[in-house]
Structure formats: structure tokens, C-alpha cells
């Protein structure tokens, strides 16, 4: 549905993002994810045609977004990162108008101008002047004028940026129910949004791609040892020795707030039963025993950092 | 073309929702209708005739447009409206036209008013209403010109002030340039005064129609819309 190969684009003698590649299928939701200033808006303002690249291609939904952008155009629905309205409109006037430079007819508006005030929570803003809406009713007309015209693509840059925490979870998961009639991009610099919105994510650094997987695959594939949390009740003041001396433990380092150490494993092995035993044998207490899962947030942060060492 | 129209009529609608088009009625035939009870009130015996009013309204018209123009392009810049409106499926020159039709319409809107000033001296005395017609159609054909003047110094920049500038001293040059190049040689006053504004309004006022006249508005007009559209495109590779 989104093919991207190549895409290059300089700003003056900087490229913002250089040689990127991907594809996003069809029905797909799909993760940008990068700290601030990784080339994410700029990437999406190139596949939504409002910028062309300085090299590369693009196509969504077949239309090349640089010979055939009028007709791409149709294709996508886009919410920018900072949703810029005319605050002189009211809710619907603007749908209006949306709808109305989208090609749609008349009645084609009317029907889905309350289809998508009704699932972007609008209903009882509908007549107020955009101007006065706070940031979180603003990002939900972003939305709604996105969804508007029923495009194929929705492509939403940081869609949750501004809004308190209980609107992020019903923009989460009004993002989520889109995802079976569109296929959805959006970007993020938050972690956990990724991990909790997105089938696939895309991790991109200095314009660069840096991974691509689902998340637990990503997680997985990072992940260069077995992480065990351990919590025991003992006077001993030399666990941490002890415990490395155990087979196939590479590391032990106490683990802060929780009172007990990570032991690393080797990759691959399962060492719970040994070091249960161990515990035992020694007469300590076992408080806590558990795998340690690697979130998002380590694998981003191994990602982004080793590049730059 | 249906895009440039929903374009203009949103346009001109903000128009009258803000403070603007009433500003500028209110500016427009203030002075306007002072310099007419002026005009008529010089003596018993004066002329029915529009011409010292098509001056003034000439003049008026020079400095409400590059207003009228100024936040058409550049606001839309400065919010970043822009690129929503540039990723549907728009075309950059219905942008244009449509920001500059919405401009032509409210300068028609005043053009229309103003009708009252001649209606009222044919009531009172001898009106030629084939010159009066003639400057009639001058001053919209400035307008022409004026208004794509005016979006071409829009679209250049993001701040308004600076459109109003820019739009001013392009107006300006095309106002004074007969007399600039009179002033500089005999050939180059020649060439200047076919693309003077107030040299192609004077035929036009007198009541002689002339398609040079005509061309020359439209070709103005045309280029200034093209220069727009041009940096409307260019934005794309800033």
C-alpha cells in the first residue's frame, strides 16, 4: 500500500533522512518510531506529497506521489504533527470544506462528516469555532478530516502529542479500531505507544532506518543475554560473588528499588532451576524469582546510542 | 476549477466573519463618499462628471488591495494551514486562483456599491454613462491586476506586513514607471508608459475601450498569478 525505496531528502546540504526504505501492506499498522529530529515529519510530509524527494520514490496505493500526486492525494488521509486549523471555522464548516477539496458529493459529506464526528467523539463540539477548542478536540478534527473522505492510508504524525493521558488511550484506541478499513503509519518518539498500537515498527535515527521488525521480534532479536530477577533474604554480604560463580551466569548487578540482583544468562538457556537450587542449598531466602522481559524502550535506546559511539 | 472555487467562497467568507472586509468597506467609502461631497459641493455649475472620482477611487484601490491580498498565502504559511491544504489532492494554481478570485469578488463587491455615486449625480445632472461605464471597466481591470499583484506578494512570504510591503512597491512601480521612464529617456519613456498602470486606466477612463488595454491587465495579471503558483510550487523543495 506504501512503498518507499530510496528516499533521500536534503534540507540546503543536510539530508534529513537518506536512503529509506520500506514497504507498509495493505491493512497494516505500522510504527515511525525516533527521538525528535530523526527524519519522521519529514519522511511522511514526502510520502503525502506535500514535499518531493530529492531522490528516491514513493507510491501509495500504486500512485506515484511525484507524476501521479493529485491521485495519491485521494488515497491518503494525514493528520500533520501539529494539526494547523483555520480557527475561524466551525467543526463542521471545516469537515465541509475537507470534504469538498477531497472531490467528495454532497451527500457522501454529510453522511460521513457524522460518521466521523460520532468515532472521533465530536458530536457536541459539531457548531464550536475551531479557534476555541482545546488542543485535544483540535487533534480530534486532525483526525476526523483525515478519516473524512474513507481513504486507504492514514498517515499520522505523532497523533497523541499534546493531549492529556486519558484522551492518549481513547486516540490509541480509536487509531487501533481504524486499522481494520485502513491501512494506518503514524509516528511516535513514545516507546510504548509503538509497542502497544503498532503490528510492525520501523526505527529510524539520523534519517536512517535502523530496525525493522514487530516489536517482540526487535525485542528478542537485541536481546543479548537472559535476564533473571532475583530477590533473596539473606545476611550474606557477598551474593553478588556467589552468584557469579554459578555456570553459564555472565552478570550480576544489583537491581535498584527492588532490593535484589539481575543475573545474566547466557543466551538461550534457562538457568531458573539451577539458581533456585543454588539459593536453597545456600539456606537463603527466595523472595522473587523472574524473567526479566526487555522492553521497547531498552532495545530503542541500544539502537539510537550505539550509533553514535 | 470546482477547487478554486471552494477555495474562493471559504475565502470569502473569512472575509466577513473577520474584521476585514468591513475595515475595508468602511476605509474604501469613507473616503470615498467625502471626496464626492467635496467634488459636488466645489459650486453651483460643477460637471456631472465620475472622472475626478475614478482617480480617487483609483488611488483607494491601489492601497486596499495589497490589504485585501496580504493574509491569503502568507497566513496560511505562518499557521502551517498550508499543508493540509497542499497534501489533498488540490493543485497549486487552483490555490492560487482561488485565493485571488475570493480578492476579486470583495473588490466587485465595492465596485458594485460605489455605483451609488454615479446613480446619484444622473439623478441631479448630465451623466455620460459611456464614459462613466468605460472608467467603470478601467478600474475593475485594475483590479485584475491589483489582486494578483497582491496574492504574487502573498505567496513570497509568511508575514503579512512584509506581503503588504512588497505588494505596495510592485503597485508603486507599475503606478510610476511612465514617469520614471520619461524622466530617464524619450525611448525608454515610450516603452515604460505601455506598461504603466496609470497610462492604460487613463485611456480606459476616457471612454476609449482599447484591447491593448484589456491585454495588458489580463497579461499583468496573468504573470503575477503564474509567479505565485511558482512559489507555491517552490515550497516543496525548501
Not at chain 1, 73 to 88: F, Q, S
Amino acid at each position: 500500500m506504501i512503498e518507499v525505496e530510496g528516499l533521500t531528502k536534503f534540507y540546503g546540504p543536510h539530508p534529513a533522512i537518506s536512503d529509506v526504505t520500506f514497504t507498509v501492506d495493505e491493512g497494516e499498522i505500522v510504527g515511525f518510531l525516533g527521538p525528535n529530529g530523526a527524519g519522521k515529519t519529514t519522511a511522511m510530509r514526502v510520502i503525502t506529497g506535500y514535499m518531493p524527494p530529492t531522490t528516491g520514490t514513493v507510491r501509495v496505493a500504486g500512485h506515484d506521489m511525484v507524476d501521479d500526486s493529485l491521485e495519491g492525494r485521494r488515497n491518503i488521509g494525514y493528520m500533520p504533527e501539529k494539526v494547523a486549523l483555520y480557527t475561524d471555522m466551525r467543526v463542521v464548516e471545516y469537515l465541509g470544506y475537507a470534504g469538498r477539496l477531497q472531490g467528495m458529493k454532497r451527500e457522501a459529506i454529510g453522511e460521513r462528516t457524522e460518521f466521523c464526528l460520532e468515532r472521533c467523539g465530536l458530536q457536541e463540539r459539531r457548531n464550536d469555532i475551531i479557534g476555541r477548542l482545546s488542543m485535544g478536540y483540535r487533534q480530534r478534527v486532525g483526525l476526523a478530516q483525515a478519516m473524512l473522505h474513507n481513504p486507504k492510508v492514514l498517515i499520522l504524525d505523532e497523533p497523541t502529542v499534546g493531549l492529556d493521558p486519558n484522551q492518549i488511550i481513547e486516540v490509541r484506541n480509536l487509531i487501533k479500531g481504524l486499522a481494520k478499513d485502513h491501512t494506518v503509519m503514524l509516528s511516535t518518539h513514545i516507546l510504548p505507544e509503538a509497542q502497544m498500537t503498532c503490528e510492525r515498527v520501523i526505527i529510524i535515527n539520523h534519517g536512517k532506518i535502523v530496525a525493522v521488525d514487530t516489536p517482540e521480534q526487535l525485542t528478542s532479536q537485541i536481546r543479548q543475554s537472559e535476564t533473571l530477577l532475583v530477590r533473596v533474604d539473606t545476611k550474606d554480604s557477598n551474593v553478588v560473588q556467589q552468584l557469579l560463580d554459578l555456570p553459564k551466569v555472565t552478570g550480576v548487578r544489583p537491581a535498584e528499588g527492588t532490593g535484589g540482583y539481575y543475573v545474566d544468562a547466557m543466551v538461550g538457556t534457562d538457568i531458573r532451576a539451577a539458581l533456585a537450587a543454588f539459593v536453597l542449598q545456600k539456606g537463603w531466602g527466595l523472595l522473587e524469582l523472574r524473567v526479566v522481559e526487555m522492553s521497547l524502550e531498552d532495545v530503542f535506546r541500544q539502537l539510537t546510542t550505539e550509533e553514535e559511539v | 476549477m470546482r477547487n478554486a472555487l471552494t477555495i474562493a467562497g471559504k475565502e470569502l467568507r473569512s472575509y466577513f466573519i473577520s474584521p476585514m472586509a468591513y475595515a475595508v468597506m468602511v476605509f474604501f467609502f469613507g473616503l470615498c463618499g467625502l471626496i464626492f461631497v467635496l467634488y459636488i459641493s466645489s459650486g453651483p455649475g460643477a460637471d456631472a462628471d465620475m472622472r475626478p472620482m475614478f482617480h480617487s477611487m483609483l488611488f483607494l484601490s491601489l492601497i486596499v488591495s495589497p490589504v485585501l491580498t496580504m493574509g491569503l498565502l502568507s497566513t496560511e504559511r505562518a499557521t502551517g494551514t498550508i499543508e493540509l491544504l497542499m497534501t489533498k489532492p488540490v493543485r497549486d494554481i487552483e490555490v492560487a486562483i482561488g485565493k485571488y478570485l475570493a480578492a476579486m469578488a470583495l473588490y466587485a463587491i465595492l465596485l458594485l456599491v460605489s455605483l451609488e455615486f454615479p446613480l446619484a449625480m444622473a439623478k441631479f445632472g448630465h451623466l455620460d454613462w459611456s464614459a462613466t461605464m468605460g472608467g467603470y471597466l478601467g478600474l475593475l481591470l485594475c483590479g485584475v491586476a491589483f489582486m494578483s499583484i497582491g496574492v504574487f506578494a502573498s505567496s513570497i512570504t509568511d508575514n503579512q506586513i512584509a506581503a503588504i510591503v512588497v505588494g505596495l512597491l510592485l503597485l508603486l512601480f507599475f503606478w510610476l514607471i511612465g514617469f520614471l521612464g520619461a524622466a530617464a529617456s524619450p525611448t525608454l519613456g515610450d516603452v515604460a508608459k505601455h506598461i504603466s498602470i496609470l497610462e492604460n486606466f487613463q485611456d480606459l477612463e476616457k471612454g476609449i475601450i482599447d484591447t491593448k488595454s484589456i491585454l495588458y491587465f489580463l497579461s499583468l495579471a496573468g504573470f503575477m498569478i503564474f509567479l505565485a503558483v511558482r512559489s507555491l510550487e517552490n515550497r516543496r523543495t525548501v
